[in-house]
């Protein structure tokens, strides 16, 4: 069964206040929160604007650390600005262990740390697109069927040495699974990296972005606009793996979300 949006989940107190409308799904470290309020309304997230769409639509997120509390600014259209303070959830992050790596993809050389370099400022570049497009508004479909091998926050120690946490969601699946677009999009990085080996970065709209790494195949180039369910390539082995999957990655600009809570459940 699909998870739904429950849009306009509103505190009592706002209650009579629609323009002040914040969704209650989504207030946790790793959250997505998607919701529409009037037309015209601004907001601004611990200081910094969101983008609000002609309908109302807007997304923002909170990053797998993200304080206790966040303070977000509402103006409805011809009012005043009023801050409300929203409590995050914290959340307890698993540890994962991986072992059987190459010791040059878990301590790269100074050649690859280059490459790789590059390739974060490429990639960092392509998550800081800010489109006016609300393709992200849309119920979110599966990327891909398999088997869940990986979650989102968990802490990662490979071959035995603590590296940084997970920042994708992991689905395991045979070398030539298709991989589908979970939103309608434009495709804003189609690459080969040396961690996310083949990878796709399809952007949703303000600021909301997937990434869909290790892929056999690419079948989408930078520039593309793609539709909901489309197939843009296959599950690999490519980049930093031990084996066939696709690594899935949900963000809001830099900030990296837990896209499990908001896809279909998965399925083999």
């Not at 997505?32 to 807007?58: H, I, K, M, N």
């Not at 050389?109 to 400022?121: C, F, G, V």
């Not at 992200?136 to 968990?154: C, D, K, N, W």
């Not at 830099?254 to 459940?265: E, G, R, S």
Request: charged letters at 20%; a positive charge; hydrophobic letters at 45%.
């Amino acid at each position: 069964m699909i998870r739904r949006r429950t849009a306009l989940a509103l505190p009592a107190l706002l209650l009579a206040r629609p323009a002040l409308a914040i969704p209650a799904e989504g207030l946790t470290q790793g959250g997505l929160v998607r919701g529409r309020v009037a037309p015209g309304t601004r907001l601004v997230l611990d200081g910094r604007p969101v983008r609000v769409g002609p309908g109302g639509d807007y997304a923002f997120g909170f990053g797998r650390d993200h304080a206790a509390e966040a303070v977000l600014s509402v103006t409805p259209p011809g009012g005043r600005a009023e801050a409300q303070r929203l409590a995050i959830a914290r959340r307890d992050w698993p540890v994962q262990r991986i072992s059987g790596l190459p010791p040059a993809q878990v301590t790269p050389d100074p050649e690859a740390l280059r490459r790789i370099t590059a390739e974060r400022e490429r990639l960092a570049a392509a998550r800081a697109t800010d489109s006016a497009r609300t393709d992200f508004a849309a119920e979110f479909l599966l990327p891909a069927h398999g088997r869940i091998s990986g979650v989102f926050g968990s802490q990662r120690i490979l071959n035995g040495e603590p590296r940084q946490p997970h920042f994708g969601f992991d689905i395991a699946a045979p070398t030539g699974t298709p991989i589908r677009a979970i939103a309608a999009g434009q495709v804003v990085l189609a690459a080969d990296f040396f961690f996310f080996g083949r990878l796709t970065v399809i952007d949703h709209g303000h600021g909301v972005n997937s990434l869909y790494a290790h892929q056999s195949a690419q079948e989408v180039a930078e520039g593309e606009r793609v539709a909901a369910g489309q197939r843009i390539g296959a599950v690999g082995a490519t980049g930093r793996v031990t084996g066939p999957h696709l690594h899935f990655g949900l963000s809001w600009f830099a900030t990296w979300l837990d896209a499990q809570p908001v896809l279909p459940p998965v399925t083999g």
